[in-house]
């Protein structure tokens, strides 16, 4: 089974035995998975990204519930170029149970099954365990191999790893100890070429960059906001 790339970041994100997304992520997950949705659409040629900014090029349905959510966001300001550093937090917060809706696709495909709880008898939770560990075993294989064994990797895995770098994921999947080698040959990558050199490559790539870039600034922006607040 062919995972999207919100799926994909999903699957990493969380614990597999509880179901609950890890604690380093708890910020910046739902920027991710807007940014991930971005990507995905960007990939399959509805929208486009020029210097920074979004475009949307095809906003007819596209029979996928969720990105034809998304495009129902991105088209409530037509006529006006917005910076992706506009959508991500936008999106994050108008696609309303962002990670729970990505999860429930996970969950009909027979690899996560949906678990309701109570924390203290009182507040209502969900969590997300793992059925079926063999798909996210996978896609961590395929980014460590990327990042630890020098394997040059396709655009879908950079638009992975850009994810994983953005929501602070980086020791959950390669682990503490390879924090520096890590560091090192994620700076390379960002400097190779992508693997298909066609324009349509090197136009994704910009959207990589473009998006790891605005889901930082939206968890920046969301953390410093939660710091004010507890003052």
């Not at 486009?48 to 519930?65: A, C, N």
């Not at 503490?176 to 400097?191: D, M, P, T």
Request: net charge positive; proline share 5%; with cysteine.
């Amino acid at each position: 089974m062919k995972l999207t790339i919100s799926e994909q970041l999903l699957l990493l994100a969380l614990k597999d035995e509880k179901g609950t997304v890890v604690s380093k992520a708890g910020t910046a997950l739902d920027f991710g998975l807007a940014g991930a949705l971005i990507l995905e659409m960007v990939a399959d040629g509805r929208i486009t990204i020029r210097e920074g900014k979004l475009l949307v090029q095809r906003d007819t349905p596209s029979g996928d519930p969720l990105h034809d959510e998304v495009l129902s966001v991105l088209t409530g300001k037509k006529g006006k170029l917005k910076p992706v550093k506009y959508w991500v937090p936008r999106l994050a917060s108008k696609v309303k149970k962002l990670r729970h809706k990505i999860a429930d696709r996970l969950v009909l495909s027979g690899i996560l099954r949906r678990e309701k709880k109570r924390i203290l008898g009182i507040f209502p939770s969900v969590r997300y365990p793992a059925v079926n560990p063999l798909p996210e075993l996978e896609v961590r294989e395929q980014v460590k191999q990327a990042v630890l064994d020098g394997i040059s990797p396709s655009i879908e895995t950079r638009m992975i790893l850009n994810l994983i770098q953005a929501c602070d994921l980086s020791d959950e999947i390669f682990g503490k100890e390879k924090r520096k080698a890590v560091k090192i040959r994620l700076k390379e990558l960002e400097k190779e070429p992508p693997g298909d050199s066609e324009l349509v490559g090197k136009a994704i790539s910009e959207a990589v960059q473009a998006v790891q870039a605005a889901v930082i600034a939206g968890i920046t922006t969301a953390v410093i906001a939660a710091s004010a607040s507890g003052r």
